[in-house]
């Protein structure tokens, strides 16, 4: 409906210099001029205020803005997440690894290399 209403401006504004121009031929222009000059101020405020109410009212841009949005967090950042979540995790596991297996290779490395030690200061 806005476009339309847009459409109906402009066509008043040629049918109005259509008018203008075959009553200039008739009636003096004097007479005429500031009613035509009134009725044009107005269709061109009309015109805009409908363009102003038009684009604060259209919501394509910010639609595509959405979907884009969307589209990232779902194609690019929740791949993302879900690869960090598991990187964390086996590299959790990972650690707990080594940390288990340092202390058991520790207390076997600890006691041969006592023994090794003793037997050399001797």
């Given at each position: 409906p806005l476009y339309e209403a847009n459409d109906i401006i402009r066509n008043c504004n040629s049918t109005l210099d259509k008018v203008?121009?075959?009553a200039y031929q008739l009636i003096d222009?004097?007479?005429?001029e500031s009613h035509v000059y009134g009725v044009k101020i107005g269709l061109n405020r009309s015109r805009d205020i409908m363009t102003s109410l038009t684009a604060a009212v259209d919501c394509r841009q910010m639609h595509t803005h959405y979907q884009d949005g969307i589209e990232g967090a779902c194609h690019v950042a929740l791949p993302g997440y879900c690869f960090l979540l598991l990187s964390a995790a086996v590299s959790g596991l990972l650690f707990t690894l080594l940390v288990v297996l340092a202390s058991r290779a520790w207390r076997h490395f600890g006691?041969?290399?006592l023994f090794e030690i003793s037997r050399l200061a001797d």
């Open positions: 203008t121009s075959i222009q004097r007479e005429l006691s041969s290399c």
